[in-house]
Nanobody
């Protein structure tokens, strides 16, 4: 059974920090590219950051560059997102995503999300 369980969300003041975690099981974590997405009320889900299977390559949305850092621990099957200098516009539900493309087959899994609220 595939599981992606996000944690670490909560309420934080502007300028504060949070570290999200995504603990995974039920699939071969090291074979999957991993990403964080977020969805704010009334908006579409958007990509925040991604990391390659080996962790050697990362990419970020322009809105979070320089503030957020994605990382992974393949020994612990866990994905992280360090979020610094948080802004009210970062308020959203954050989702963990696992994706693997092999030949013409795509395998993709989602977590249930964790709420991040940035407010004074």
């Amino acid at each position: 059974q595939v599981q992606l369980v996000e944690s670490g969300g909560g309420l934080v003041q502007p300028g504060g920090s949070l570290r999200l975690s995504c603990a995974t099981s039920g699939f071969t974590f090291v074979n999957y590219g991993m990403s964080w997405y977020r969805q704010a009320p009334g908006k579409e889900r958007e990509l925040v950051a991604g990391i390659s299977s080996a962790g050697s390559s990362t990419n970020y949305a322009d809105s979070v560059k320089g503030r957020f850092t994605i990382s992974r621990d393949n020994a612990k099957n866990t994905l992280y997102l360090q979020m610094n200098s948080l802004k009210p516009e970062d308020t959203a539900v954050y989702f963990c995503n696992a994706r693997r493309v092999e030949f013409r087959s795509v395998s993709e899994y989602w977590g249930q999300g964790t709420q991040v609220t940035v407010s004074s």
